[in-house]
């Protein structure tokens, strides 16, 4: 009986070693971009040309003033081009502004700042000011982890919320899948009427 | 044994070579070899913060050699490690370093390995201590007389 026993013990273990391995097989490997340290602080300072206007700047301070969303893109990324007919239609809406942060648009990237022009000029341009970031100056700053990406920020220039990935506007994203939830366009423009709601500041955690 | 460091050195350059060939080369240049030294440690503690599964040291993604140059330049400009660390985890979060800090949510991860050896070497020493007791009450049986025994014994005695 005794011998039973402690046959039985590693055997446990080893059944259980087995059960957190196959656990561990089904987690998502890729760390969640949610828990960013940048989400809840005020915008970093940074000042970049405007890619459109010369002479002209985009600056931290352009950020003040109303709820607005910042969006981070290049043209040598594919699923930027995807979601750029969604940010025309979103700027159509005309319900909230949108700056951009063109980011790392160089030949060492595979992408060029005629090419960033030639973008706007071809697909339409739904941004209210564009930066030149081709040097990844403000996008360090940021904290920019690649494009698409997209920042929401409340009236006074805090970072409420950071979306990883292009925006969807779906008319019903998959519930299971919670990035096409996060990213869908239609559920960030309730987020923005319920913070216009609240004087124009990001929404407590959890709403 | 010609033959055998022969093969030795050629397993040796087959083992190696792709690493040294699929490391990213960026020309920098230091002013001294301890900046160097330091560049090279920062870069093989700092996470990639793209590919996720490799250190920036490690990666050829564009934002990996942005950042190498951040580091590079923090050096220049007479930053600590400390402060280095500090401008990639204020941005990205305790998951840029491969080695975490000691904090309150961290100390278990530390303190566990120093509180386990101490608890291993007892349960060792307790149970060498068992074995060696066992071996020694076996050898007294066995070495001890079975009463038929001890009787023929006592008569050849008499």
Redesign the interface.
Known sequence: MASRSRALLPITVIVLLFVLLYMGLYLNPRHESDDSPMIGRMAPEFGLQELLVPGESFSRADLNGQVSLLNVWATWCPSCRAEHDVLMRLAATGEVKIFSINWKDREESGGSRTAAIRWLERLGNPYDKTGDDGDNIAGLEWAVTGAPETFLLDVEGRICERITGPLNDLKSPNPDNSQEVKNNVGNILKTIRKMRAADGKCLPKGE | MVSAIRTFSILFVMVFSPLSLGAPIDSLSFETQSEEDRFKRLIEEIRC??C??TSIAGSNA??AR?HRI?VYEMIGQGKTDTEIREWF?????D?VLYRPKVDSRTWLLWGLPLLLVPIGAVLLVLQIRRQRAAAIDEVEEESALSDEEQKKLDEALK
């Open positions: 913060v793209k996720q599964n564009d934002l942005d951040k985890v204020v941005r990205y979060g998951f």
